[in-house]
């Protein structure tokens, strides 16, 4: 056992860490295709354990790598300049839910579905829901600020954050919010946590705003054939006061993908496929579900209707939930692009990232949550052939950029990661990026936590 | 002319440069009663302007205040280290009302009432309703994330800023955000902005997300003969799935010093009046009525009713705007406090409240929004006699004590500003505090910005 295995033994359970290989390569990485190897991997059970290992780091300077489930897109989680791997599963209780105050209070390391289930079951309603809710925490969500379908009417997890503690990497532990809605008293730390990826501190326990359930939903599918009048039938409905809960885009990549796995009996030669939920008190789901089908006539749709019953309902849930799965199958590598746009935008970023593909050969399915602009591009490519991947990034790099000439954002739901890093420039500036890494430096002056996340360029790191 | 004025002509134009007394008079304080004067007021037109005045005083050490509409409940505006202050009202622009990406983009000196009415015009809705809406500035409302009524449902104005620009003391323009919902790059600088009142830079643009107008809405009051029982059945609505749009209390001090104002034949025995509003879809606000009317009456109210029709709602809603200028004429001064509580700890907080105005003999009243927990306590003193503004300070002290007890914050919606800086390490202990201070250092490092807010002990200022 090396000194560092030693030390840490000291601080936690000796049960709780680990510096063997074959136990160290499952934190190697996320679900992107980056792998290193960490020194060790600690998995504390408290906070007051969290911060013995943050102080113990601090001292000399060894990176620390917060880790949810390690589900993220962007790369957050791999141990790129090798240091401690944080294990914050076990840090899994609801601590509260108060129904009179409609918050929870957990644990960062609580399983997102099982809290949903949790809260649902006393009728009421957590709505972020992104698409690794089976196995993805609540800290990690907020920690990168996790969406899903139903931001285009609930806003993403950053909507839902009341308050939280956070371990700063000497050891101190903040606090910031709490039970109430309204909040003005200094600076906003538990929103410059939330979207921090790991890099300020540690998120241990979070307060969510809930919702009561909504009492009727209901599932509606549109074909259109031209990708254009289906963005502009979405626009259009928004704004003439729809409030859909779930506004999904799939292209013909997409679907053709996605029904060799899970026949829908979808017509194979339209452009353009919506799934829509509204939700909400019965008479406005009624009157929401006619306005979606006379605007979709409006726009020239071949076929809108409702779900015949919640078993079709759910199975087209479950069809959308398949898709990136079903990519994954068909091909040996995906790269899921987040770039996001004004809701206007869509169109155009869609051709943006047909020219895109064209150009460089490479194949891209083309889905996302349309309702807000968020898209999820899927760039197919074979991590064996750096040629392959070469062209994926640079077809990655050019998306970034035209989301950004189109008013968006590098990022919509995944965080900037290792991923995005170098791109964080053209979205802030210089004097944006320099601010950022002031930010930075106030909260981790001797950047410890997860280098090379979000800012780039990791500090050289400990690798025992 | 000093040399200071002199500088400050040569960077704008000098017929919006003042110094003399008669001129400054008007920028002394805000709606508190703490009064300084300072060196200068510049009125900026545009972000270079204002870049151009903060790279001047930055590079002398010399306080800059912004100020929106000196309408401020906690001291924010006031020129405690002399300085200059930056009158913003002239960024006044709408820039963009987006009706199909439900955004709008404004200069920080648009007026919110201006800006709503605007924004109804055209069938959208900007929520926040803070009570000088008819004057105050959205850049101010950012400042402080201002809130108002209507939180209880839609939140304050921190949940609409999407984005924003602002201008750092080195005179660097940075911008955060945009149109879309979704956004997870780099740290939330929109939100670190959002409450900095005015401590890190000058906000000179922001985005605010829209709604479509709710087609329905209703106004009811209801009058409880127990505080208690008032508060709970509060909690009991919500929790039942009401979604009230305002949920406005105001106890028998309150109610007597209105109706000799605005006579609204009230019961004058009762303990609590309630306000409640209602808005949506008009089965959904059907429903609401009745289910609002059904828990009062659970909980033993003496009288509950909807407002007969849109005249009778108008003078209610009227009638509670009037509630300070009613206070404020019965008064020689009054303090409003801005405590805020869980919603169930209201009637703990009511009570705590009450023992301190006994305590100290003071009179307060107390109003405010029962359903989101933040309270209103109006501190009745003079501040001509010291012992009555002795009383009063530690009566306030007091009351923010007591709402931190109650898992409470110091401010819902008016910042902490001068008031209550030093109280502010009682909600955030010492490591917040001090993480604060680096943070303010990271935007601010020569520390111009309104020095002595949120974090007190202002630098000693430049007088001239």
Redesign the interface.
Known sequence: MTGLLRDLAALVDPRRVWGDVEDLVAYTNDATHRRELPAAVVAPESADEVAAVLRYANQRGIPVIPRGAGTGLAGGAVPVSGGLVLDLKRLNRILEI??????ATVECGVVTGHFQREVEAR?LFYPPDPQSLAVCTIGGNVA????GPR??KY??T??YVLGLEAV?PDG??????????????????A??F???EGT?GVITKVTLRLL?LP?SRRIMIAAFPELDSAAEAV??L????A?PSMLEMLDRIAVTSLQRYLPLGLPPDLEAFLIIEVD?????VE?DCALVAEVCREYGVHEVRVARDAAEAERIVQARRALFPAAARAAPNLVIE?A?????QVPAMVRAIRRIAERHQVLISITG?IG???LHPGIIMDRRFPESVRRAEQAMAEIAREALNL??????????GLL?APF?EW???E???S??R??????DPHGIMNPGK?LGGGTAGVRD
């Not at 990168?144 to 969406?147: C, L, M, N, V």
């Not at 996001?340 to 206007?344: G, L, N």
């Not at 008013?407 to 900037?416: A, C, K, M, N």
């Not at 002031?438 to 909260?443: E, H, I, N, P, S």
Request: charged share 25%; aromatic share 4%; net charge positive.
């Open positions: 108060d129904h009179k105050n409609l918050t009728g990168t600020r996790a969406g931001g285009v806003g993403t950053k909507d700063l101190s532990v903040i606090s910031y919010g709490g039970k109430s809605v309204k909040m003005s008293a200094g600076y906003d730390l929103r410059v939330t979207g921090s300020l009561v009492p626009s259009a928004i704004a003439r006061g409030e909400g008190h019965p008479a406005k009157e987040d996001t746009v004004p809701r206007t949550h807000d602009g968020n008013g968006g954002t590098l990022s919509g739901e995944h965080g900037i995005k964080l979205e802030f500036g004097a944006g990026v601010l950022m002031r930010l930075k430096r106030a909260f979000i």
